[in-house]
């Protein structure tokens, strides 16, 4: 055929491109190739591949992993125990006071001249001669963990309140909502500090119990946090059911005959997982923000067990002298704060359907 | 005639809604009864908002009816036997996106329903049977690990039909299948209702807003006003001699593509709004938009009255 493409510019088709000779059939192959749509992923891989995709996501992946890491491994290789005075030769070690990171007092130095082997004090050690690295990580363990269970506590609490009040609706659910309200009106750090005071007088535990094992202030905390915090998370996850419930997927379960604890577990739930899994973690750094301010103004965990914000406190009696002492353990708080940040709005971009192209 | 597959007598289905301090009652079907035959098809049209997708629901008991009874193969349907009834009644949803959970792939959707009620011994037999029921609806095998998101508006009715068929039902109640669709799909999807019934001899209840669809697939067609049915009678009796003026009104305006015709026929356009549910007209709904309207349509509500035929409609003047 003629080619009537006569101007360079024109935009008519070139039809000489489309002689018979320049088409291979498609083979069966390629065919069914056309067949399959694009890539079917799970919901679940689809939302992990684009949080690795997200590189705030994974620098905050990388140093948490570095931190519990550290944590884990830290108190197997040093020899020293967060409440243990330092002693050389089994004399109390009265130099070692306040060292500053990578120094020996006198004793150790001359311990070391005479052939002995000390493990060198990381961070240094503090006004009771303790070895303060081993106290930041003790103090990173336990603030970590008390952000960890504090948000499952605030999770179960939340997530039992809020699919209950959701998923019945009507009078029960104006009912419980207003209990919400009535306690997100209280002033929270009010009611934590009067609580914690209260609830440390009180508590007891049979000795030798878990419980017991923990101590009365870490108990309390938890409690703490549990009686006030879940507030927020029951709201949530009642607005993600009543939100789902209006779905006609879930009239249609119900034309299928499908039994309330079906739908609520085949269809509710995985519905509003992801968002459940979003908001916990972005309650951890909240949690461990807010025990560290009470270890900070003197109600957190006890002495001597350290944690983040205890330690931050006792390091503003010689803050001119030794400033080393506040910037470890605020650093540490800082950085897990932020990385649980961090993650978490990754994890809302990754998973969030509304978010999804 | 043989006795009727699903009898309706009497539906009535009321909604509190609230405004401001008082409760007032929305009457969204009112009084309505009608039956549907072994194997056939009864077509339900009506504007929107007037009360058909209710009608569906309060059948199948997704809501509670607040009177009026149901009857299947004889059997009066309660809440007690609903479980059971539900494998010989099942519905298709008017919007194929939000009727397909999400975090399902096409075979868990398809399976629900064997799952809920043990229909299948094993994995393996529930695995064939859902190829079957997929195949039965034109969708590929291969599709089967996939999630509803993953296809078209089309292919997700497709998988809701598969849904409804998988229990082997009698009846099924088809919301507005098709209006969420491209007109050329709408045919084909419409086709396959026609082809699965004569195989598998199911009753339809076919809701729709456009006439020209449910006459081309019903028996029967009712219209319905404001939560009452004004007519039923056979499709082709309904489209030639239409009795009640809403009728009318609605065969008027469907499109055909005869020049003609549609010379030939006047077009009757209503006059004024649907009124609101919660504040119907006295005696008759219609009246207020009605041509023939008297004294007497104001005072009393005429109930269905037989023309002949099995043709009914609630007029006092026609
Ligand atoms: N759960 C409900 N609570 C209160 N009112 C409702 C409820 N469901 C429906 N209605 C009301 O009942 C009336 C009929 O609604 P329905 O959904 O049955 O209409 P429809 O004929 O299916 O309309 P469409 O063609 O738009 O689907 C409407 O006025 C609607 O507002
Ligand atoms: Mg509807």
């Known amino acids: 055929m003629e080619n009537p493409k006569k101007h360079l510019l024109s935009a008519q088709i070139d039809l000489s491109k489309f002689s018979e000779a320049n088409f291979i059939p498609a083979t069966e192959d390629e065919k069914r190739q056309q ?62 006071k306040n060292l500053a990171p990578f120094t020996y007092s006198e004793m150790e130095q001359k311990y070391i001249a005479e052939g002995g082997t000390r493990f060198p004090h990381i961070f240094g050690t503090d ?15 336990i603030s970590l963990s008390v952000g960890f269970f504090a948000s499952i506590i605030v999770l179960i609490i939340g997530m039992l309140y809020g699919s209950i009040s959701g998923y019945l609706g009507g009078r029960v659910d104006l009912i419980m909502m207003r209990i919400v309200d009535i306690i997100y009106s209280l002033p929270d750090m009010l009611i934590i500090i009067l609580l914690k005071v209260v609830l440390d007088e009180r508590l007891s535990f049979p000795a030798g119990s878990f419980l017991a094992k923990l101590g009365t202030s870490m108990v309390s905390l938890f409690i703490v946090f549990g009686l006030l915090y879940w507030v927020g998370m029951a709201r949530l996850i009642r607005g993600q059911i009543l939100s789902i419930k209006e779905n006609e997927y879930i009239l249609a379960a ?100 509304k978010l999804r192209r | 005639m043989s006795e009727p597959l699903v009898e309706v007598k009497n539906l009535k289905q009321y909604f509190p809604v609230r405004s401001g301090m008082k409760t007032q009652m929305l009457k969204a079907v009112d009084d309505v009864s009608f039956t549907v035959g072994q194997g056939e098809t009864l077509g339900l049209v009506g504007e929107s908002g007037c009360g058909k997708t209710t009608v569906g629901r309060t059948l199948l008991r997704l809501y509670e009816p607040t009177a009026g009874e149901v009857r299947f193969d004889g059997e009066l349907v309660t809440d007690k036997n609903i479980h059971a009834m539900r494998k010989q009644m099942q519905m298709v949803f008017q919007d194929p996106y939000s009727s397909l959970d999400p975090r399902m792939t096409v075979e868990d959707i398809i399976g629900e329903p064997l799952d809920v009620h043990h229909l299948c011994s094993g994995r393996k037999e529930r695995r064939e049977k859902i190829l079957e029921l997929m195949s039965y609806v034109g969708l590929n095998a291969e599709h089967a690990r996939r999630y509803a998101h993953e296809f078209s508006g089309g292919q997700r009715q497709r998988i809701g039909i598969a849904r409804a068929l998988a229990v082997n039902p009698k009846f099924i109640v088809c919301d507005e299948p098709v209006s969420a669709l491209d007109v050329s799909i709408q045919a084909q999807v419409i086709n396959m209702f026609e082809e699965l019934q004569e195989k598998l001899g199911v009753a339809y209840l076919f809701i729709a807003h456009d006439l020209l669809v449910v006459h081309h697939i019903s028996r ?9 049915i004004v007519e039923i009678a056979d499709a082709d009796e309904l489209n030639e001699h239409p009795i009640h003026p809403y009728t009318e009104s609605l065969l008027s305006a469907v499109p055909i593509p005869d020049p003609e015709i549609t010379r030939a026929r006047q077009r009757i356009i209503l006059e004024g709004d649907v009124p609101s549910p919660l504040n119907m007209p006295s005696g008759c709904a219609f009246r207020t938009r009605c041509r023939y309207a008297t004294e007497q349509c104001t005072r009393e509500c005429p109930a269905l009255s037989n023309r002949g035929g099995g043709h009914q409609v609630a007029c006092w003047n026609r």
């Open chain 1, 35 to 96: 067949d399959v749509m694009s890539e079917s992923t799970t919901f679940f891989k689809d939302g992990m591949r684009k949080l690795f995709k997200n590189p705030l996501a994974v620098a905050s992946l990388i140093v948490l992993a570095c931190i519990i890491l550290t944590i884990i491994v830290a108190p197997m290789i040093v020899p020293y125990r967060y409440e243990e005075i330092l002693s050389v030769n089994g004399r109390r070690d009265k130099g070692a």
């Open chain 1, 127 to 141: 006004e009771q001669c303790r070895d303060y690295f081993i106290r930041v990580v003790y103090g990173t363990r």
């Open chain 2, 220 to 228: 029967r067609i009712a219209v319905m006003y404001l939560g009452k």
């Open chain 1, 254 to 353: 119900r034309a299928i005959g499908a039994s309330s604890g079906r739908i609520i577990r085949k269809h509710i739930i995985p519905n509003c997982l992801s968002v459940i899994i979003i908001s916990t973690a972005l309650q951890i750094p909240s949690a461990i923000f807010t025990e560290s301010f009470l270890s900070f103004v003197g109600i957190g965990v006890k002495a001597p067990m350290p944690s983040l914000g205890s330690l931050a406190n006792a390091a503003r009696e010689g803050l001119q002298s030794y400033p080393y002492k506040l910037i470890f353990p605020a650093l540490m708080i800082c950085l897990i704060v932020l990385s649980l940040n961090l993650l978490g709005d990754g994890l809302r971009d990754a998973f969030d359907p």
